[in-house]
């Protein structure tokens, strides 16, 4: 009886070998096992023709180091503060942008109420009165049960609060390249270099007196300072309707200032 080639390659020892039966012709081909290299690969490795057996595996921290080593610390360091203040805005951490949030506001209704030095004075007094407290606490509690846990606060006093230059060059050159647009376009919109530009700022410029004139600096500070901790989360959760509303909102305005610009002409932004 003829043999019959099974449905299935059919993997068979034969002097040592692998070989794989083929179902569509019956012929056979020898071929070592992929999987047995890799594992003979892995084992050893060969320089220039001599075995070596001990692989030195490469640790995780080396392969961090070497990693980091491409990266520009400057431009980490900015982009980790511009990270972690939208992590706030947008409350990632309910429990840090809470806290966060609180604190602003509670400082800044202190400020509304009192004198900026009375209130730096009363927070400064106060976190000293914890922290005095606390080290007396723990003073006392080291004296009854005998023993010597070093400073209570030794973690935060190790810790390295300075600043580097590589941690500040990149920040004050952002602002600075800001400072320097805002003063060229402040330059341009006062000497009238387009006049429908200007007429736009001036008519900003009447609505933000009407606006000081309800308000005082510190409460549009608070409401500011709501504002960014409130409006990007609700942008993020109602982003679809909110763009409808606003592409149709624009559109609107579009149309208002093209036909106001059809009736005077000399608004009209000359082609450069």
């Not at 606390?134 to 006093?157: C, E, M, T, W």
């Not at 933000?208 to 409006?231: C, D, E, K, Q, Y």
């Amino acid at each position: 009886m003829d043999d019959q080639v099974p449905s299935n390659p059919l993997l068979t020892p034969e002097n040592g070998d692998w070989e794989t039966l083929d179902p569509l012709n019956g012929n056979q081909e020898t071929e070592v096992s992929e999987v047995q290299q890799n594992a003979d690969n892995e084992v050893s490795t060969t320089t220039g023709g001599e075995q070596t057996d001990d692989i030195e595996p490469v640790s995780d921290s080396r392969a961090v180091q070497s990693w980091t080593k491409n990266i520009d610390p400057r431009g980490n360091a900015c982009e980790e503060l511009c990270r972690n203040v939208l992590d706030l805005v947008y409350w990632r951490d309910v429990k840090k942008s809470g806290i966060t949030f609180g604190s602003m506001l509670f400082i800044l209704m202190s400020l509304s109420c009192y004198s900026l030095l009375s209130v730096f004075s009363y927070l400064a007094l106060s976190v000293l009165t914890v922290t005095f407290s606390f080290r007396v606490y723990k003073n006392v509690l080291a004296a009854i049960q005998k023993s010597d846990n070093g400073h209570p606060f030794k973690a935060l006093l190790d810790f390295n609060v300075t600043l580097s230059e590589e941690e500040v060059n990149p920040i004050v050159n952002k602002i600075l390249k800001h400072v320097n647009c805002t003063v060229v376009e402040l330059r341009r919109l006062f000497l009238v270099e387009d006049v429908v530009d200007s007429l736009k700022f001036g008519l900003m410029l009447w609505v933000l007196s009407h606006v000081g004139s309800w308000f005082n600096g510190m409460t549009l500070l608070i409401l500011g300072v709501v504002a960014i901790f409130t409006l990007p989360k609700v942008y993020e959760v109602n982003k679809v309707q909110i763009d409808q509303y606003l592409e149709l909102a624009s559109k609107q305005v579009k149309n208002v200032v093209d036909k106001v610009t059809n009736k005077l002409p000399f608004l009209k932004k000359k082609k450069q």
